[in-house]
Antibody
Framework: EVQLLDSGGDLVQPGGSLRLSCAAS????????MTWVRQAPGKGLEWVSG????????YYAESVKGRFTISRDNSKNRLYLQMNSLRAEDTAVYYC?????????????????WGRGTLVTVTS | DIVMTQSPDSLAVSLGERATINCKSS????????????LAWFQQKPGHPPKLLIY???TRESGVPDRFSGSGSGTDFTLTISSLQAEDVAVYYC?????????FGQGTRLEIK
């Protein structure tokens, strides 16, 4: 079955760290760019970060640049988001999503498959 | 960053009637070398992840009913639901993937009148 299973969300204090994970199945994982999108409670969607299929291109929203790191392990079909220096405003459901394309030279970076999401709550 | 602005923020339409949602980008999403607009539309229902409806501004994703259509080019885009069904009640988002960061519109809440 083609699916993405995101996990790792938790309750964390401000200034803390957390690593999210996304396990892919049923797809040629290394052939696809991947993205993290978040949604604060009752709010809209916010694009957070993207990574190419080979992992050699990474992109970030200004709101997380320097604090979050996206990475992937193609041998394990897994995507990660390392989140450091967490703030209350990072509280959200985090979704991983797959792109049909693989790199900046392959422009299909729309999001055609999504995980169910994992909740990150940053509070003291 | 490219700013995506949707209108209206909310919309109430009678069953069977047409619903139209607009999306405007602060920069062109049209790339002339491949003649494509880097714009997608999503539907999100409560408690669920977003669902891709339209990509390349007007290409319907497999399995999406043909009452959903996308149009527009450059900086102005439209999602149209030709005959509203009860199951179309949701929040709709436009999303560009022209250049990072790939921002979303603020969303349009669609309800039944």
């Amino acid at each position: 079955e083609v699916q993405l299973l995101d996990s790792g969300g938790d309750l964390v204090q401000p200034g803390g760290s957390l690593r999210l994970s996304c396990a892919a199945s049923g797809i040629a994982f290394s052939s696809h760019a991947m993205t993290w999108v978040r949604q604060a409670p009752g709010k809209g969607l916010e694009w957070v970060s993207g990574i190419s299929g080979r992992g050699d291109e990474t992109y970030y929203a200004e709101s997380v640049k320097g604090r979050f790191t996206i990475s992937r392990d193609n041998s394990k079909n897994r995507l990660y988001l390392q989140m450091n220096s967490l703030r209350a405003e990072d509280t959200a459901v985090y979704y991983c999503a797959k792109c049909p394309g693989s790199s900046s030279s392959d422009p299909d970076w729309y999001l055609d498959l999504w995980g169910r999401g994992t909740l990150v709550t940053v509070t003291s | 960053d490219i700013v995506m602005t949707q209108s209206p923020d909310s919309l109430a339409v009678s069953l069977g009637e047409r619903a139209t949602i607009n999306c405007k980008s602060s920069q062109t999403l049209f790339y002339s070398p491949n003649n494509k607009n880097y714009l997608a539309w999503f539907q999100q229902k409560p408690g669920h992840p977003p669902k891709l409806l339209i990509y390349w501004a007007s290409t319907r994703e497999s399995g999406v009913p043909d009452r959903f259509s996308g149009s527009g080019s450059g900086t102005d885009f439209t999602l149209t639901i030709s005959s509203l069904q009860a199951e179309d009640v949701a929040v709709y988002y436009c999303h560009h993937y022209y250049s990072a960061p790939h921002t979303f519109g603020q969303g349009t809440r669609l309800e039944i009148k």
